[in-house]
């Protein structure tokens, strides 16, 4: 069984960092795209970060570009999300999506999200 | 961007009968290798979202077949044939062709 588990979420001050983690289980993790989806509180969803299987290609929404860095470490079978100078928009859900890869585009399983509010 | 219109934004249905969403990109959605990556997500209140239906028309794994998806090019339905009570919630629609990554504004689906 496919399962995403984030955590790291917490309450931040504005101009601060933090570091989201996205425990994969169920499936062979280098095998897969990875994805982080963030959804502001009552919005939408919001693509935020996708890295390759290999972790050799990345990419990024506008609003994070230069802020936050996707990662992933495919021995522990994690994907990362390191997030710097956090500002009040930012705050947000952030779950963990699996992209299912193999020449195809789209986000098969979804993981639980993490809360993170950026306050003063 | 490819921005994604999603219309209606709310739809109250009747238990049993039809429900249909549209979705409306910017831009064609038919990416290089001829394929096009419009899917659909269901989430239900407190959930994550669900995968439904992909490239267009393919449903996923569990997804019950009152589920339909449609279209090509830049204009995709999304119908429930009959809707149940679980099928409350709100419905994206979401590109992967291009980057970035782009959903609709979502659609909520409730029972009048």
């Known amino acids: 069984e496919v399962q995403l588990l984030e955590s790291g979420g917490a309450l931040v001050q504005p101009g601060g960092s933090l570091r989201l983690s996205c425990a994969a289980s169920?499936?062979?993790?280098?095998?897969?795209?990875m994805a982080w989806v963030r959804q502001a509180p009552g919005k939408g969803l919001e693509w935020v970060s996708t890295i390759s299987g290999s972790g050799g290609n990345t990419h990024y929404a506008d609003s994070v570009k230069g802020r936050f860095t996707i990662s992933r470490d495919n021995s522990r079978n994690t994907l990362y999300l390191q997030m710097n100078s956090l500002r009040a928009e930012d705050t947000a859900v952030y779950s963990c999506a699996r992209d299912v890869g193999a020449g195809d585009h789209f986000f098969d399983y979804w993981g639980q999200g993490t809360l993170v509010t950026v306050s003063s | 961007d490819f921005v994604m219109t999603q219309t209606p934004l709310s739809s109250p249905v009747t238990l049993g009968q039809p429900a249909s969403i549209s979705c409306r990109s910017s831009q064609s959605l038919v990416h290089s290798d001829g394929n096009t990556y419009l899917s659909w997500l269901q989430q239900r209140p407190g959930q994550p979202p669900r995968l439904l239906i992909y490239k267009i028309s393919n449903r996923f794994s569990g997804v019950p077949d009152r589920f339909s998806g449609s279209g090509a090019g830049t204009d995709f339905t999304l119908k429930i044939s009959r809707v149940e009570a679980e099928d409350v919630g709100v419905y994206y629609c979401?590109?992967?062709?291009?980057?970035?990554?782009?959903f609709g504004q979502g659609t909520k689906v409730e029972i009048k």
């Open positions: 979401m590109q992967a062709t291009h980057f970035p990554r782009t």
């Open positions: 169920g499936f062979t993790f280098s095998n897969y795209g």
